[in-house]
T-cell receptor
Framework: KQEVTQIPAALSVPEGENLVLNCSFT??????LQWFRQDPGKGLTSLLL?????REQTSGRLNASLDKSSGRSTLYIAASQPGDSATYLC??????????FGTGTRLKVLA | DTGVSQDPRHKITKRGQNVTFRCDPI?????LYWYRQTLGQGPEFLTY????????KSRLLSDRFSAERPKGSFSTLEIQRTEQGDSAMYLC??????????????FGPGTRLTVL
């Protein structure tokens, strides 16, 4: 059974810091891995999708990497801003196209 | 905007009442998914449809829950005899359903249910 874990559960950093969010999964037989952002009480906004054949994806200040053999993905946020404050979720996408989500990392960027 | 829409956005009900939520997927998407997210947790898969056929249901979907997608377009999720433990955000997503490794799901804004 696929299980997804995210560390840390919460993170508070001063504005401008570079930070890394971690996601680990137990079954390396995934199709894709996707990172989402969720603002309080809102739905999910897709940030980056990494296909199993890829090792990383970049969008602006965000970079996500995927290492299937070790069951890990990281989301790197450069030069963090208060507007980055949100919960970040990763989801492992299995062969049934079912998304298995982690419990998220709650990020707070202090001005 | 042609994204996934959900209605209502918020629902407050008393224990024992029935509630129904609606999801309208992106128009050309064949697959539709329902997830439940409780406070502090990630979304959990409930069920999914390929066109009008319900192909998979999670064990989380008790007998009080029923989902339909009668014409392969919008979907409804009904909860009968609601319990306080049903309080959660119910998320809907849709995807093209073409298979392969690029069947990305697009999520709606969710319906937040509070059972008093």
């Amino acid at each position: 059974k696929q299980e997804v874990t995210q560390i840390p559960a919460a993170l508070s950093v001063p504005e401008g810091e570079n930070l890394v969010l971690n996601c680990s999964f137990t079954d390396s037989a995934i199709y894709n891995l996707q990172w989402f952002r969720q603002d309080p009480g809102k739905g999910l906004t897709s940030l980056l999708l990494i296909q199993s054949s890829q090792r990383e994806q970049t969008s602006g200040r965000l970079n996500a990497s995927l290492d299937k053999s070790s069951g890990r993905s990281t989301l790197y946020i450069a030069a963090s801003q208060p507007g980055d404050s949100a919960t970040y979720l990763c989801a492992a996408i299995t062969g049934t196209y079912k998304y298995i989500f982690g419990t998220g990392t709650r990020l707070k960027v202090l001005a | 905007d042609t994204g996934v829409s959900q209605d209502p956005r918020h629902k407050i009900t008393k224990r024992g009442q029935n509630v129904t939520f609606r999801c309208d997927p992106i128009s050309e998407h064949n697959r539709l998914y329902w997830y439940r997210q409780t406070l502090g947790q990630g979304p959990e898969f409930l069920t999914y449809f390929q066109n009008e056929a319900q192909l998979e249901k999670s064990r989380l979907l008790s007998d009080r829950f029923s989902a339909e997608r009668p014409k392969g377009s919008f979907s409804t999720l009904e909860i009968q005899r609601t319990e306080q433990g049903d309080s959660a955000m119910y998320l809907c997503a849709s995807s093209l359903g073409g298979g392969g490794i690029t069947d990305t799901q697009y999520f709606g804004p969710g319906t937040r249910l509070t059972v008093l």
